[in-house]
């Protein structure tokens, strides 16, 4: 995992979750859709909901508390994170109390993945997901999925 430097400028193509950021920490969950990606990134900018980073370092967390990560490994995750060309984009509580809840329920969704196929299908964007459900779910909604 190389960093990639933060470039502003081309537009935003897809909707990223955390399922991909978290692929890309981990050798044990990587996968080529996820480095397809990442790859992707060094063209394109991405937009990603407002939990993602919040569930990004949940997820970062819970792997330094099992052993999984160390300090050195925080770092170096981190530093590719944030050098990544992702914008987030903000909830606004009546968005997020509805239109998410709703979607969450029509979908059996939780409401954290409900928010990044809200975003992608209010942005017209295709959403950008390692997590199975989470694809079902846009196939169920028409919205177009990366990769």
Do not use: K
């Amino acid at each position: 995992m190389s960093p990639r430097a933060h470039r502003r400028g081309p537009p935003v193509v897809f909707v990223v979750d955390a399922s991909v950021a978290l692929a890309w920490c981990f050798a044990d969950e990587a996968s080529e859709l996820a480095d397809r990606i990442l790859d992707q990134l060094e063209h394109d900018e991405a937009l990603t909901a407002a939990i993602w980073p919040l569930e990004v370092a949940n997820g970062l967390r819970t792997a330094e508390r099992r052993g999984r990560l160390d300090l050195a490994d925080l770092s170096r995750v981190r530093e590719l994170l944030v050098s990544l060309p992702v914008q987030v984009e903000g909830v606004p509580l009546d968005a997020a109390l509805g239109e998410v809840t709703e979607l969450a329920r029509q979908l059996d969704l939780t409401a954290y993945d409900a928010a990044y196929l809200a975003l992608a299908a209010r942005r017209g964007l295709a959403l950008a997901t390692v997590d199975d459900r989470l694809r079902r779910a846009c196939e169920r909604a028409g919205v177009e999925l990366v990769g």
